[in-house]
C-alpha cells in the first residue's frame, strides 16, 4: 500500500503509522541515512530502531512519506513493512527523531520474540464476533492514560502506567485463565504482538490479536456496527481520532500529557499548558510558574515565525 500524491492537493498531511519486528543487527547503521531522507522530504515524527526492528509514527507530504516507505522496502529486512495510513489537518510534529533502542516496544521481558511465537491475528471484520464471545476475554494493552478516552465495550483495563507493567498484572491476575480465549488490542497492533507472544510463554493457548489495532478497526469498521467506545488516543499533535480516522476533539495538557476533553478545559483547574483537573493538585504553584514561562517562550517563538521545542 503506497500513499496517492494526487492527495496532495487537499493541503492536509498524510501520517503513516509503521512497524516491523525482525532480526535487525546493522540498525545502528540505518539512522544516519534515514534521518537525513527524512529531514530532506520534511518528514517529521519519530522512529525507534533496535534489534528487533522499527517502529513509530511520521508525517509529512504524501509523496514525502511514499519516498521514506520505498526506502525503508528497500532494506531486505524490511521488505514485508506494512503501514496503516490517517490525515491531519496540520503538521502533528515539531521535529523529526531517530533513536536507537533496545527495544521497539519496551516491555522488558528477556527472550520475547514475537517473529517465533506470537498470537493469531483476527481481522478487524472479525474482532466483533471474538470479543462478544462468552469464552472470551478482553485486554486492552495499552496505558491508563490512553484507556481514559475509549475502549472496546466490555474490555478488560489493566490500568498500567507503562508497558513494563503488563507482565506482572499477567502474572498477579490468576482469574485471567478461566475462561478458553484471550483477545489482546492496542493502539497500532505492536503492543499486543509482544504482549501475545508473553501470554503463550506463560501457558495461555488461545490467545488472539486484533490485526492493525484500534486504528485499523476505526478505519474499516462501520460506526453503526461498532464495538468501539470513545475515543483512540495517538501520539502526536491530533491527541484522538475518531471512526473513519477522524480527527478527534481531544486537546492535550503539556503539563502531565494527559488527554482533556472539551468539558475538562472549561474546568478551573485548567490552564492551556500549565495545569488541568488531572494534574493540578500534583503540582504546585512553582512548578505551575515554570510551565507558564514555558509556554511565554513558546508564545514568542510563533511570533516570530519559528517552532519552541522542548
Known amino acids: 500500500m503506497f500513499p496517492d500524491p494526487r492527495r496532495d492537493a487537499t493541503g492536509a498531511f498524510l501520517v503513516a ?5 525482525v532480526s535487525f543487527p546493522r540498525f545502528e547503521s540505518l539512522r544516519e541515512p534515514l534521518l537525513a531522507l527524512c529531514e530532506e522530504k520534511g518528514v517529521k515524527g519519530t522512529l525507534l530502531l533496535a534489534h528487533e526492528g522499527i517502529n513509530g509514527t511520521i508525517a ?11 526506502f525503508l522496502r528497500a532494506q531486505p529486512e524490511f521488505a514485508g513493512l506494512e503501514h496503516k495510513e490517517s490525515r491531519a489537518s496540520k503538521m502533528p510534529f515539531v521535529r523529526m527523531k531517530v533513536k536507537l533502542k533496545k527495544e521497539i516496544v519496551t516491555m522488558g521481558v528477556e527472550d520475547i520474540d514475537p517473529t517465533k511465537v506470537v498470537g493469531t491475528y483476527v481481522a478487524p471484520k472479525d474482532w466483533n464476533a471474538l470479543i462478544s464471545d462468552p469464552d472470551t476475554i478482553v485486554i486492552d494493552t495499552r496505558n491508563d492514560y490512553e484507556t481514559a478516552i475509549g475502549v472496546f465495550k466490555g474490555a478488560v483495563d489493566p490500568k498500567t502506567k507503562t508497558f513494563r507493567e503488563f507482565p506482572d498484572w499477567v502474572r498477579d491476575n490468576t482469574g485471567l485463565h478461566n475462561k478458553p480465549k484471550i483477545a489482546m488490542y492496542c493502539t497500532g497492533g505492536i503492543r499486543c504482538e509482544k504482549a501475545t507472544a508473553f501470554m503463550k510463554q506463560q501457558g495461555f493457548d ?7 489495532g484500534i486504528l485499523k478497526y476505526l478505519e474499516e469498521v462501520p460506526a453503526e456496527e461498532s464495538l468501539w467506545e470513545g475515543a483512540c488516543f495517538v501520539f502526536d499533535e491530533r491527541v484522538s481520532v475518531e471512526h473513519g480516522l477522524k480527527e478527534g476533539n481531544h486537546k492535550l495538557c503539556h503539563a502531565c500529557r494527559n488527554p482533556i476533553t472539551s468539558e475538562e478545559v472549561t474546568s478551573p483547574f485548567y490552564e492551556a499548558g500549565v495545569s488541568c483537573s488531572h494534574c493540578y493538585h500534583e503540582r504546585n504553584e512553582e512548578d505551575r510558574e515554570r510551565y507558564r514561562e514555558r509556554q511565554r517562550q513558546i508564545a514568542l517563538a510563533r511570533k516570530r515565525g519559528h517552532e519552541h521545542i522542548g
Open 17 to 21: 503509522a509503521l512497524y516491523h519486528f
Open 206 to 212: 488461545e490467545v488472539y490479536h486484533l490485526k492493525g
Open 60 to 70: 509529512g507530504t504524501d509523496a514525502a512519506i511514499g519516498a521514506v516507505l520505498t
